[in-house]
C-alpha cells in the first residue's frame, strides 16, 4: 500500500472533554413544519391518540428521535422567541389564543405549547432548552417558576392543574434571541441587551440558582457586543451563544454542472476559525472585565443552508420528501442571481454530510480553546432542513442523521491531539451565507486538507475512537496511523463504521421511497495491519479499537 497520509495521535496527552451537548437540535413553532406537520400533528393517523398532553405526537417521528439519543433540544426558536407569550401555550388547548405570528408570518395555534414540549422531550429523553425573548422580566421570572420552582404559588397550581404537579427541573434558558438584529421583536444596541440581561439572569436565578443561563453574542461587530454584555451580566451567565451558517448553491447551479460540492466539503474550515477568534475574544474580554473564568460558547444555531433564486417558484414540500416538482427557468445559471433565499425544503445530501462532519472535528477540538464549546445545536430537528423528514406518509432518517449517529454514539468524550500529513488543496473557503458587493458570496483563500481527522477516547480509556473526512471526490486516500509518535502500538482489527462510501452521488439524499440511499456501513471486524487504512473518496470513516 502506498501511504499518501499520516495520521498522528496522542493518547498520553488528552486535549479536553467534549460534552454530549455539543450533538444538541433545535425546534421552531411556526417554522415550516417543525412542529405542525412535524413532531404534532393531531389530524394524522401515525400521531398518538387523545385526550392528554401526548396527543398529535407523531410516533414515527417520536421513534427516529429516541432511536438516536437527543441530548438536548432548544425551544421555542429561533426568530420566533422574540414575540412568543408563553402563557398562550398552556392550559386546555381548546381554551387557547390563536395569534397573528410576528417572525414568520400567519397565525400560531398555541396547541402545542410548554407541557407539551416538555412532555415530548421527556419521551424521547432529550434535555429541554427553553428560550425567552429577553423582553419582560416577570414574564421570564413566571415561565421559570411554573417550570421549576416546588412551591405552593398561583403559578405552581396552573402547572398542576395542567397535569405536571411536580417541578419541571428545566435546567438550560436562553436570554433572548439575535436580540441584535433588526427582525428581531425587542431589538436593542449592546449596552440595552448588556442590562436586559443581567436583570433577566439575576431575578431568573432567584427562582432557581440551579439554572444554566445562555446570553446572545452576535456574529458581527462582536467586541462592541460582547465587551458590555460580560461587564454587565458576566458574573450571571453561563454562555454566551454563537449563530453560524454555511450555504450551498447547488440547487441552481448542479443542474449546469456544477454540484457545489468543494464549496460545501470546505466550509467548516470557516466554521472552525469563527469559532477559535470568538473564543479567544470571549476569554479576553472575561479576563478584562474581572471574571474568574470565561463563559462558555454556545453554537445555538448552525446549518447549511440551500439557496436558490429568489424569483424562482416558491418551494413546497414533497409527498416523498424534499422539494415538490415545480416549473424551473430554462436556460443556463446565472453567475450571481440578483436576490437568493434559503430553499427549505431542500433534502440534505451526501455532501451536507461531509460538512456535519467537519464541523463537529472543529467542534472536537473546540474544547481546548480558552472558552470551549460545550454546547451546539443545529436547526433543526424535524423538517426545515432537518435530521428527520416527515410528511403525511411518514418519516425517514435524513443523511445528516447518520452523521450525529456516527459522533454522538460511536465517538469517545475525551478528545486526543490528533495531526494529519497529507494532500490537500488551495481554495476560496466560502464564509458561511453572507455576500459581498454583487452578489457573490463572501471567501477568503484557504488550505483544505483531503483528510481531517478527530481521535477520541472512552470514558474508561479502553476504546479508541478515529473519525475521518476524506473530502476528495473522486479518490480513495490510503493512511497510516501512527500512536505516540511510534511509541505506541494499535490492533490490528478495528471495528468500522463508514457513511458514502457506496455512494456515487455527492448530491444523494434519503427520501420515503428511498430511506437508505445515504446510509452508514458497518463492519465489525476490519484488519488495519500495523495501522493503514484507506479511506474511501466522498466519505465520513470512523473507526474503533479495543486496546489492551
Not at 421513534?63 to 408563553?86: E, K, M, Q
Not at 425567552?132 to 414574564?139: E, K, L
Not at 439524499?509 to 495501522?531: F, I, M
Amino acid at each position: 500500500m502506498t501511504v499518501q497520509a499520516v495520521i498522528g495521535i496522542d493518547t498520553r496527552r488528552p486535549a479536553g472533554r467534549i460534552e454530549r451537548d455539543i450533538y444538541g437540535h433545535f425546534l421552531e413553532s411556526a417554522f415550516f413544519g417543525n412542529i405542525e406537520g412535524g413532531v404534532f400533528d393531531e389530524d394524522s393517523p401515525l400521531s398518538a391518540p387523545g385526550p392528554g398532553v401526548r396527543a398529535g405526537f407523531r410516533e414515527d417521528v417520536l421513534a427516529l428521535c429516541r432511536d438516536l439519543g437527543i441530548p438536548h433540544v432548544r425551544w421555542p426558536g429561533g426568530n420566533f422567541t422574540s414575540p412568543y407569550r408563553w402563557e398562550d401555550g398552556i392550559g386546555a388547548r381548546a381554551a387557547r389564543p390563536r395569534r397573528l405570528e410576528l417572525a414568520w408570518g400567519g397565525e400560531e395555534s398555541n396547541r402545542f405549547g410548554t407541557d407539551e414540549f416538555l412532555a415530548w422531550c421527556a419521551d424521547v429523553g432529550a434535555e429541554p432548552f427553553l428560550v425567552h425573548g429577553c423582553r419582560s422580566v416577570d414574564d421570564a421570572v413566571r415561565w421559570v417558576e411554573y417550570t421549576n420552582y416546588a412551591g405552593d404559588t398561583a403559578c405552581t397550581r396552573r402547572r398542576a392543574a395542567n397535569g405536571h404537579p411536580e417541578p419541571y427541573r428545566v435546567r438550560y434558558w436562553g436570554v433572548g434571541n439575535e436580540p441584535y438584529g433588526p427582525w428581531q421583536m425587542g431589538h436593542r444596541p449592546p449596552a440595552e441587551y448588556a442590562a436586559a440581561a443581567r436583570e433577566h439572569a439575576r431575578f431568573m436565578r432567584l427562582v432557581d440558582p440551579a439554572i444554566k443561563l445562555i446570553a446572545c453574542g452576535s456574529p458581527w461587530q462582536q467586541e462592541e457586543w460582547t465587551r458590555p454584555l460580560l461587564q454587565r451580566a458576566g458574573p450571571l451567565i453561563d454562555y454566551v451563544s454563537l449563530h453560524l451558517y454555511a450555504a450551498s448553491t447547488h440547487p441552481y447551479t448542479a443542474p449546469h454542472g456544477d454540484d457545489d460540492y468543494e464549496a460545501v466539503v470546505a466550509q467548516p474550515l470557516y466554521f472552525e476559525q469563527r469559532i477559535q477568534d470568538y473564543a479567544h475574544l470571549v476569554a479576553d474580554l472575561s479576563a478584562e472585565a474581572g471574571l474568574e473564568r470565561p463563559p462558555a460558547l454556545a453554537l445555538d444555531e448552525w446549518n447549511i443552508r440551500h439557496l436558490e433564486p429568489a424569483d424562482w417558484p416558491e418551494p413546497q414540500p414533497g409527498s416523498d420528501g424534499g422539494t415538490a416538482a415545480r416549473e424551473l427557468p430554462d436556460g443556463p445559471a446565472e453567475d450571481r442571481p440578483e436576490r437568493l433565499r434559503v430553499n427549505r425544503y431542500s433534502p440534505r445530501t451526501l455532501a451536507d454530510a461531509l460538512f456535519y462532519a467537519g464541523v463537529f472535528h472543529a467542534l472536537h477540538r473546540a474544547c481546548a480553546l480558552p472558552a470551549p464549546v460545550t454546547l451546539a445545536s443545529t436547526v433543526n430537528l424535524v423538517n426545515a432542513n432537518g435530521l428527520v423528514v416527515a410528511r403525511p406518509g411518514g418519516a425517514v432518517r435524513s443523511a445528516s442523521y447518520h452523521v450525529w449517529d456516527l459522533y454522538q454514539n460511536h465517538t469517545g468524550p475525551v478528545a486526543l491531539p490528533t495531526t494529519v500529513e497529507g494532500p490537500a488543496r488551495t481554495a476560496a473557503v466560502r464564509q458561511g451565507d453572507g455576500s459581498e458587493r454583487g452578489g457573490a458570496l463572501a471567501t477568503r483563500p484557504g488550505v483544505v486538507a483531503h483528510l481531517d481527522a478527530s481521535a477520541t477516547l472512552s470514558a474508561d480509556g479502553r476504546r479508541l475512537h478515529l473519525a475521518v473526512v476524506n473530502r476528495h471526490r473522486d479518490r480513495a486516500l490510503p493512511a497510516r496511523i501512527v500512536r505516540d509518535g511510534g511509541h505506541g502500538s494499535l490492533p490490528e482489527v478495528a471495528a468500522v463504521r463508514d457513511l458514502g462510501a457506496g455512494t456515487d452521488d455527492v448530491l444523494a439524499a434519503n427520501s420515503l421511497s428511498a430511506p437508505d440511499r445515504v446510509a452508514v456501513r458497518h463492519r465489525p471486524a476490519v484488519q488495519t495491519p500495523d495501522g493503514h487504512y484507506t479511506f474511501p473518496a466522498h466519505s465520513v470513516t470512523v473507526l474503533a479499537f479495543d486496546l489492551a
